[in-house]
T-cell receptor, first 113, second 112 residues
Framework: AQSVTQLGSHVSVSEGALVLLRCNYS??????LFWYVQYPNQGLQLLLK??????LVKGINGFEAEFKKSETSFHLTKPSAHMSDAAEYFC???????????FGKGTTLSVSS | DGGITQSPKYLFRKEGQNVTLSCEQN?????MYWYRQDPGQGLRLIYY???????QKGDIAEGYSVSREKKESFPLTVTSAQKNPTAFYLC???????????FGSGTRLTVV
């Protein structure tokens, strides 16, 4: 069965600092992986996705993630945090990329000035 | 623009009353999903439907019911049997022509 573990339910950074949100997955088949962002009282918005092409995936708002098969990881990074990045972030895995997405429990990112 | 509309955004009900949350999409997506979100628990799947007139239970279906009479609509009823219905409810849809899900903006249900 597939699963996703997001390490750290809450991450705090200063404005301008590196953002690193961790995601490890478990899958018996080559996975499709996603990062979503959720602002308060809103739905989830797709940040980026890995679909077995390039292992380094670039998304919206300056975020990127690297698929590392040997580490079963798909960590989300951004070189310089902005106040507007404060939100909850969800990692998800799917075996076909289109259905049956399994979501992690989420990481809340706080950004201080 | 195409998207998913959830209504209402905020909903208040008295304990013991059934309540129906609306989810409509104009994306021509075949599959639709309902999730419940509680702080620290991520998204938990309630029901999903891959085709009209067919739906399956998710991980936490007890106390909920759905229908899928039209491709565009997937309403969720929270019944009085749901022990703790206060939560944020998210509807999503997907298609085999696109990776990932599209989400609605959610309905926050408060039962008093």
């Amino acid at each position: 069965a597939q699963s996703v573990t997001q390490l750290g339910s809450h991450v705090s950074v200063s404005e301008g600092a590196l953002v690193l949100l961790r995601c490890n997955y478990s899958s018996s088949v080559p996975p499709y992986l996603f990062w979503y962002v959720q602002y308060p009282n809103q739905g989830l918005q797709l940040l980026l996705k890995y679909t077995s092409a390039a292992t380094l995936v670039k998304g919206i708002n300056g975020f990127e993630a690297e698929f590392k098969k040997s580490e079963t990881s798909f960590h989300l990074t951004k070189p310089s945090a902005h106040m507007s990045d404060a939100a909850e972030y969800f990692c998800a895995v799917s075996d076909d990329g289109r259905t049956a997405l399994i979501f992690g429990k989420g990481t809340t990112l706080s950004v201080s000035s | 623009d195409g998207g998913i509309t959830q209504s209402p955004k905020y909903l208040f009900r008295k304990e013991g009353q059934n309540v129906t949350l609306s989810c409509e999409q104009n994306l021509n997506h075949d599959a639709m999903y309902w999730y419940r979100q509680d702080p620290g628990q991520g998204l938990r799947l309630i029901y999903y439907s891959q085709i009209v007139n067919d739906f399956q239970k998710g991980d936490i279906a007890e106390g909920y019911s759905v229908s899928r009479e039209k491709k565009e609509s997937f309403p969720l009823t929270v019944t009085s049997a749901q022990k703790n219905p206060t939560a944020f409810y998210l509807c999503a849809s997907s298609t085999r022509q696109q990776y990932g899900y599209t989400f609605g903006s959610g309905t926050r249900l408060t039962v008093v």
